[in-house]
């Protein structure tokens, strides 16, 4: 690989470099994403509803006023307090599935922002392709353009027919249709990234891709790859969750107590004291503990898919960057042999080939650098779907 990157960086260096390092970009495009600060706020206000309920309930307050018959009877004032409990164990797993419930919040925002960076970067690696693209048609215009015009002083001479030069020009024609294209796909790439960036204005104006390896132990990766999976990590929070909500259900068929201020006020007496309560469990919880036991086993099964899944798709992506890998080199070891744009232009202007064998080897000049940049950027996209967990 790095063999690769040599061979296309010494077909580039005819033209000018200017660099910006990719991870400045991603790091202003995390800063500035709007996206990403609205999966934020999304996530805080999930953390906050999930630690909401966790206290006993209000305190009751009862008041009633009687009026007596006959009045010699006089009036009763009655007057309660009263204040509910769950069974303590209750109230810890409540406690534990909120903090479950706020875990797996921040692990949806690290999943959205893991993502939103993986299409940065690949929008990045696009900016890139165009930008290398065009030193290519650039370079490619300029032989074309300095063909026709010598044609044309050839034409103008009478060295050469008019079928001739209209090859020529043709060939221009052809050359500015690709750079224009290419212009176009370029700028739509450019602001795409400022999209990412939150409208803020930015620019990526490497031509060079950045060196990146894939990685050679498949197992040892794909370890970290999965304890950096933020996805896989939510849904083993949420098994553990469903554990808890299982325990829950069976605490909750435990008694509720109450315990309160008691007052009686009548023809000028009053009673006052506690009073306490039990409630009885017996059809409120039906079934609760049943659906969280089948919610317990549903979410086992899914981590197990997701888990397997996970692990297929990692190792299908590895296997097609293997193949894109050599073909990359492949195709600069083919560029690595052919020949340079100036020798074919000195080549054509000394009559040593006509201009439909000009065209035929230029043809294969540009088919061999265009195909080595799109296998080296499609490289680079497969790679950051590899690299995605690892940010």
Request: charged share 30%; glycine share 6%; hydrophobic share 40%.
């Amino acid at each position: 690989m790095r063999k690769t990157l040599i061979i296309i960086a010494v077909v580039m260096a005819a033209f000018p470099l200017r660099a910006q390092n990719l991870e400045s970009v991603l790091s202003s495009v995390e800063r500035n994403n709007t996206t990403l600060k609205v999966l934020r706020a999304e996530a805080d206000a999930a953390k906050a509803e999930a630690r909401t309920g966790l206290t006993p309930a209000d305190p009751e307050l009862e008041l009633g006023y009687l009026w007596g018959t006959p009045k010699e009877e006089g009036n009763r004032i009655d007057l309660g307090l009263t204040q509910s409990f769950d069974f303590p164990t209750v109230y810890r797993f409540r406690k534990l599935i909120a903090d479950g419930e706020a875990t797996i919040a921040d692990l949806e925002y690290e999943a959205g922002r893991k993502e939103l960076l993986e299409e940065a970067e690949k929008i990045c690696i696009t900016i890139v392709y165009h930008n290398a693209l065009k030193a290519i048609l650039s370079r490619r215009m300029e032989s074309a353009g300095i063909i026709a015009d010598a044609w044309q002083k050839k034409f103008d001479r009478g060295d050469c027919n008019a079928l001739d030069l209209n090859k020529a020009v043709l060939n221009l024609v052809d050359a500015r249709k690709d750079y224009e294209i290419n212009e176009i796909d370029l700028k739509a790439a450019c602001e795409e990234l400022v999209r990412m960036n939150g409208g803020v204005e930015i620019s990526l104006e490497d031509e060079v891709f950045s060196e990146s390896l894939l990685p050679e132990d498949f197992e040892s990766w794909y370890s970290r790859a999965a304890e950096g999976n933020p996805e896989l990590q939510a849904v083993a929070q949420s098994v553990s969750n469903a554990g808890n909500q299982l325990k829950l259900a069976k605490a909750e068929w435990l008694p509720k107590f109450s315990v309160g201020y008691v007052s009686e006020r009548i023809a000028g007496t009053t009673l006052q004291g506690i009073g306490a309560g039990i409630s009885i469990p017996l059809w409120e919880g039906k079934g609760k503990v049943k659906a969280a036991k089948a919610k317990s086993q549903a979410l086992n099964a899914k981590m197990e898919d997701s888990a397997l899944q996970f692990r297929n798709s990692l190792r299908n992506k590895y296997n097609q960057a293997l193949g894109l890998q050599k073909l990359v080199c492949d195709y600069s070891a083919e560029v690595s042999r052919i020949s340079s744009l100036d020798i074919l232009d000195k080549a054509l202007l000394g009559g040593e080939m006509t201009l439909i064998e000009y065209r035929m080897e230029q043809s294969l000049w540009y088919d061999a650098l265009s195909n080595a940049l799109e296998s080296e950027r499609d490289y680079h996209l497969l790679l950051a779907e590899l690299h995605r967990f690892s940010r």
